[in-house]
Nanobody, 120 residues
Framework: QVQVVQSGGGLVQAGGSLRLSCVASGSGFRINAMEWYRQAPGNQRELVAKLTSGGMITYADSVKGRFTISGDNAKKTVYLQMNSLKPEDTAVYYC??????????????WGQGTQVTVSS
């Protein structure tokens, strides 16, 4: 079973920075991609950034130039550096790991979520 644990987040003033961390654990699987999503009250969960095992990176238009995703596929970790934060970035942020076993079996595991609040 794949487990995802994330850390970071908190309260910051507009223009500030925060860093989120995420690690996937378990045995017998490899990571195809790791992503960061966010969900603000009343909104659907949206993709913020994605990092594939091949190194391809995708960002939501709303965070391009401000957020940076990075990670270590061997360590099954991913980070999200968030700079120049805006009040509209306020949301619960979720880490997701797209995994695959040798069977093959594929799935997605979610982190527990962490609150990011940006004050104006």
């Amino acid at each position: 079973q794949v487990q995802v644990v994330q850390s970071g987040g908190g309260l910051v003033q507009a223009g500030g920075s925060l860093r989120l961390s995420c690690v996937a654990s378990g045995s017998g699987f490899r990571i195809n991609a790791m992503e960061w999503y966010r969900q603000a009250p009343g909104n659907q969960r949206e993709l913020v950034a994605k990092l594939t095992s091949g190194g391809m990176i995708t960002y939501a238009d709303s965070v391009k130039g401000r957020f940076t995703i990075s990670g270590d596929n061997a360590k099954k970790t991913v980070y999200l550096q968030m700079n120049s934060l805006k009040p509209e970035d306020t949301a619960v942020y979720y880490c997701a790991a797209d995994w695959m076993t040798g069977v093959p079996e594929v799935g997605r595991a979610w982190g527990q979520g962490t609150q990011v609040t940006v004050s104006s």
